[in-house]
Structures are given as C-alpha cells and as structure tokens.
C-alpha cells in the first residue's frame, strides 16, 4: 500500500487517518488523510479500494511549497 508522509513526519506520529476520496481523479479513489497537530502531513491508500488496489498516483501526493 502506497503512502506519504510529509519529511520528518513518522508514521507514529500522526495523530489521526481521516477517511476520504481524491476528487482529482474520475473514479473517486479511496485514501486516508494523515493529521498532525490539525494539519495534514500525508495520505495513503487504502488497499481495499476497488479502484487503485492500494496504490497512489501523481496527483495524490501534496506538493511542496
């Protein structure tokens, strides 16, 4: 399963996954949110997702400032 997290930032360090969908895509792909301290420093996929099976494309992950 694909993810990223935000330089720094560790997995055990996230504070909540919020449950979404990329609307950057057609289909609607099923991801998680990474929340730190009320901001978002990440994303995965989620496996079970019907479309991706996991996966993140290009347009998932955040871009840098």
């Not at 979404?20 to 949110?33: E, N, P, Y």
């Amino acid at each position: 399963m694909d993810s990223f997290l935000r330089e720094g930032v560790r997995e055990e360090d996230v504070d909540r996954w919020v449950r979404s969908a990329s609307i950057l895509h057609s289909t609607g792909d099923a991801l998680d949110i990474a929340v730190k301290d009320e901001r978002v420093v990440g994303v995965r996929r989620r496996a079970e997702d019907r479309v991706n099976h996991g996966r993140l494309g290009p347009m998932d992950v955040p871009r840098r400032p």
